[in-house]
């Protein structure tokens, strides 16, 4: 057989590979974080608590963010890169096209990656910097205080709401896809590769979506 | 039954290309796909002003994968589990508009009309898709024991007849599932361990090498795929390749080159 192959990240399994290693990494983090944040329904002292917790430990918390962006940056890399590759692949677009499988989620996967890009940056700008908080920031020493008055602005409520919407629909996708592309398959456990996917996107965009509104509807003050 | 056919004209790979439109008259339900446009061609010849439409085709018994098109944006039109050739009329309605295009990828170049030029395919099985075996004395069939299932599953995959009705349907116009069967079928049996890893590595560098898009799961190939291969193959060529690509000692000591 010929003596040449490609580097791992030369090639279109190999770079989806690196995002299914990076995509486990974020959808850790997005689960952890969620679970983290429904401390907020148990009220002011349990959940600056939790910040100050996290806080007391830099080391940790420095080598997470640094993960966490690492696999940002990995992963938009490889996606920007694969999904040029997958559209120079057919320079001729069909007159009339039927499809027969795909889902929205799994068409929107490009997308919905750019929108989380987007929110990631405003996310960190409005609670972690403060730099768009509207009104007061007062840090992570009153992270509940940030969280309620930033959520009681229907308009950012609302950006909050489309994105986890969106996070919703890439971890359906990615979770069951991430599975396929590190060859975790097998017949007997198929049908579960999907339900695990849907289950965590539901639990987990849920999860984020009810922090807004329950502000918005004052069960959260 | 009177149909509307437009299909796609292209003398050669650099022209342009277009759709024409043609009305035609007393098909058939009986009549095959192919048979269909022969009629028309002949029309067309008789006609003699047009070229007749250039179209593939080889066995017209499903087995050679020679005759793909796209019918109304569906590799091999509308029944499942069917080549062009194997598909009749009677799937069809009395006054009904079908859109005929070929395959459409980088990977592909149209050769003329409907026809295109496959041979990115046998690249990729020259690349890798064989075994080596002594063949001076013959050997006993039953020589090596093959499990049931084993076997079963290489046979599944063997099923692959390089239509490129995966590409064709693919919204990347990748080559995963074709080359998910071919590493599969000899990749389960024990003749094909021997050269399992560089097989592997060998035909994916080659499928990347033609210009094929990656893999984004929608699951279209699967379900245009006229044998049936399943999805489950391209998780097998991912495993086999991550595992090659990484832990393998052929990828440590063939030369790794950088695209
Ligand atoms: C930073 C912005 C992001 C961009 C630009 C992006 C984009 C993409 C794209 C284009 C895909 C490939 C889809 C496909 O092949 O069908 C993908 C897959 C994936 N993404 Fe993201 N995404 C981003 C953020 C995230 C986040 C925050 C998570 C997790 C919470 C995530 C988890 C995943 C997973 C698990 C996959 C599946 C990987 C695979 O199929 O092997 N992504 N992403
Ligand atoms: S002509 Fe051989 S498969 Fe259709």
């Known amino acids: 057989m010929s003596g040449k192959t490609l580097a791992l990240r030369d090639t279109t399994i190999g770079k989806k590979a690196i995002m299914a290693v990076t995509g486990v990494i974020m959808v850790g983090f997005v689960t952890a974080h969620m679970i983290g944040n429904l401390q907020a329904y148990s009220g002011r002292e349990v959940f600056n608590a939790y910040a100050a917790f996290l806080h007391g430990l830099p080391g940790p918390l420095w080598a997470a963010r640094l993960v966490l962006l690492g696999s940002v940056i990995a992963h938009a890399w490889a996606a920007i890169s694969l999904v040029r590759q997958n559209r120079a692949a057919r320079p001729v677009r069909y007159q009339v096209k039927q499809t027969l499988a795909t889902t929205y989620a799994a068409k929107v996967m490009p997308l919905g990656g750019l929108i989380l890009l987007f929110f990631i940056v405003y996310h960190l700008l409005h609670f972690t910097t403060g730099h768009v908080a509207p009104g007061e920031f007062r840090g992570w020493q009153d992270a509940y205080h940030n969280f309620v008055t930033g959520f009681q602005v229907p308009a950012i409520a609302g950006v909050y709401v489309v994105a986890n919407i969106f996070l919703g629909l890439h971890l359906y996708h990615g979770v069951w896809s991430m599975l396929q592309t590190l060859g975790i398959n097998h017949p007997r456990y198929n049908h579960w590769r999907k339900r695990a996917a849907i289950g965590l996107a539901v639990v987990v965009a849920g999860g984020n979506i009810s922090f807004p509104i329950a502000v918005l509807a004052g069960v959260i003050k | ?259």
């Not at chain 2, 007749?52 to 017209?60: I, L, S, T, W």
């Not at chain 2, 001076?136 to 009705?165: F, W, Y």
């Open chain 2, 1 to 259: 039954m009177n149909l509307t056919l437009h299909i796609w004209r292209q003398k050669k790979a650099t022209d342009k290309g277009g759709f024409a439109t043609y009305k035609l008259a007393g098909v058939s339900p009986d009549s095959s796909f192919l048979e269909m446009l022969d009629q028309l061609n002949e029309e067309i010849l008789a006609g003699g002003k047009d070229e007749p439409v250039a179209f593939d085709h080889d066995c017209r018994e499903g087995i050679c994968g020679a005759c793909g098109m796209v019918v109304n944006g569906v590799p091999h039109g509308p029944q499942e589990l069917t080549t062009t050739c194997q598909l009749h009329m009677r799937k069809f309605k009395d006054g009904d508009e079908l859109w005929l295009e070929p395959w459409r990828a980088a990977a592909f170049p149209v050769v003329r009309d409907l026809v295109v030029d496959r041979g990115a395919f046998d690249r990729i099985i020259q690349a890798g898709g064989y075994i080596s075996v002594n063949t001076a004395a013959p050997r006993d069939a039953n020589e090596i024991p093959v499990p049931k299932t084993d076997a079963d599953l290489s046979m599944d995959a063997a099923q692959c007849i390089g239509c490129g009705a995966c590409v064709a349907a693919c919204p990347n116009a990748s080559a995963m599932l074709f080359t998910a069967a071919k590493v599969t079928h000899l990749g389960v049996l024990p003749q094909g361990q021997a050269e399992r890893g560089p097989r592997v590595l060998a035909m994916v560098a080659q499928m990347e090498a033609e210009g094929f898009g990656g893999c984004t799961n929608h699951g279209e190939c699967e379900s245009a795929c006229p044998k049936g291969i399943k999805l489950e193959f391209i998780a097998r060529l991912n495993r086999d390749y991550l595992k090659a690509a990484i832990g393998g000692r052929e990828a440590a000591q063939q030369r790794t080159v950088r695209r």
